[in-house]
């Protein structure tokens, strides 16, 4: 939350993309929205060309691999150390 002492409701992003070569073809030629331009995420240009994303909720979680030391951590684990 950017205002601090207000709480909300939140999910964790897992992004697995599929499309056709269609969609494709067609969304490399969509300019970038105001939406897409503000968070940086590409998927809100198909939403404000009227594309439909679709979102599946899940009980599971996973491991964020965002720097090196996560990395080594996940590739631990497989291993089947604890880290």
Same mark, same amino acid.
């Given at each position: 939350?950017? +205002?601090?002492? @207000? @709480?909300? +409701?939140?999910? *964790?992003?897992?992004? $697995?993309?599929?499309?056709? @070569?269609?969609? %494709? #073809?067609? &969304?490399? /030629?969509?300019? /970038?929205?105001? %939406?897409?331009?503000l968070e940086a995420l590409e998927q809100l240009r198909a939403l !404000?060309?009227?594309?439909? $994303? @679709?979102?599946? !909720?899940? +009980? &599971? +979680? ?8 996560? %990395?080594?951590? #996940? *590739?631990?684990?497989?291993?089947? *150390?604890?880290?």
């Amino acid at each position: 939350m950017r +205002d601090r002492g @207000k @709480k909300a +409701d939140y999910w *964790k992003h897992h992004g $697995i993309y599929a499309y056709r @070569k269609s969609f %494709l #073809v067609a &969304f490399t /030629q969509l300019p /970038q929205g105001v %939406l897409e331009k503000l968070e940086a995420l590409e998927q809100l240009r198909a939403l !404000e060309h009227g594309y439909r $994303i @679709k979102v599946v !909720e899940t +009980d &599971f +979680d996973s491991i964020e691999v965002d720097t090196p030391h996560d %990395l080594e951590r #996940v *590739k631990a684990l497989i291993a089947g *150390k604890k880290s």
